[in-house]
């Protein structure tokens, strides 16, 4: 059983902020770290680190932010066969962070936006899991080819063709891109986050189950969304009833919150068992 994640990687270059510049308004940073991320790549770590083996379909350039970008990638043995080497550059996350752990972030797709999809990327893996940081038709494709689980995360936030949404079994939004995105019905589930108030899990439209992360000091939000991910898909490769899932979710998030950077912090299962022990 294994997971294939269709999906943006890039290097993020985050800069730490007293707090987060206003429109026009320059700031000094206190200090700029160099991370690997995007939301594909920090998806396949996530799942990979609740102990499910896990396969990145991506494009990346011939240059060094390659390296960085997949460096976790290779030592901790996600599966990158399915990697493209393009002419473009290697896409980058420009990330402002604050001392709450709140954040802006700005993405240069670079290599992501040349990601094409074929049927023998994704066939026969339990689940599919894509983002929208990858082209239109790279996410058709993941969709239409997807023979097990289809799960989309809906973000950045843009129109998603009903045949994708009809297919997936999951969507995942935050609160404010579930106010942006039409047609979310149509999917079979959609977990909508909040951030430190939690998640929802909607069926039709009802809510059938929520959850609430456990208390922590944030340091850096920038891939609770993506830790969140990771557990759910996991959650539900496992069959864990609705609540449970949620609960877990809401755990990684919450854990990848109280640590800096994007990858660096996506806590495994056995971390958020812990959490939810206490």
Do not use: W
């Amino acid at each position: 059983m294994h997971v294939t994640v269709v999906g943006s990687v890039n290097p993020d270059l985050v800069a730490a902020l007293p707090r987060l510049p206003g429109p026009g308004e320059t700031l000094t940073a206190t200090g700029l770290t160099r991370i690997p991320g995007g939301k594909g790549a920090n998806q396949a770590l996530a799942t990979h680190r609740q102990g499910l083996p896990v396969q990145l379909v991506a494009a990346v350039g011939a240059d060094p932010e390659a390296d960085t970008a997949l460096e976790l990638l290779y030592r901790e043995g996600v599966a990158l066969d399915r990697l493209r080497t393009v002419p473009e550059p290697t896409g980058l996350a420009l990330i402002a962070v604050d001392p709450a752990g709140e954040t802006t972030i700005v993405v240069v797709p670079g290599a992501n936006a040349t990601l094409r999809v074929a049927a023998q990327d994704v066939a026969g893996a339990a689940a599919v899991l894509t983002v929208l940081e990858v082209p239109e038709q790279a996410v058709i494709a993941a969709a239409q080819h997807a023979t097990g689980l289809f799960v989309l995360n809906a973000s950045p936030a843009r129109p998603v063709p009903a045949a994708v949404l009809r297919r997936a079994d999951l969507v995942v939004v935050n609160r404010i891109e579930y106010t942006a995105l039409p047609g979310l019905r149509d999917a079979r589930a959609v977990a909508v986050t909040d951030g430190p108030r939690g998640a929802a899990l909607l069926r039709d439209g009802v809510q059938v189950a929520a959850a609430t992360p456990p208390p922590v000091s944030a340091v850096d939000g920038t891939a609770a969304g993506d830790a969140f991910i990771g557990s759910a898909v996991a959650s539900l490769l496992r069959g864990l009833p609705d609540a449970e899932l949620l609960a877990r979710a809401c755990a990684a998030g919450a854990l990848a919150a109280t640590r800096p950077g994007a990858q660096p912090s996506l806590p495994t299962s056995a971390e958020i068992d812990e959490v939810l022990s206490r």
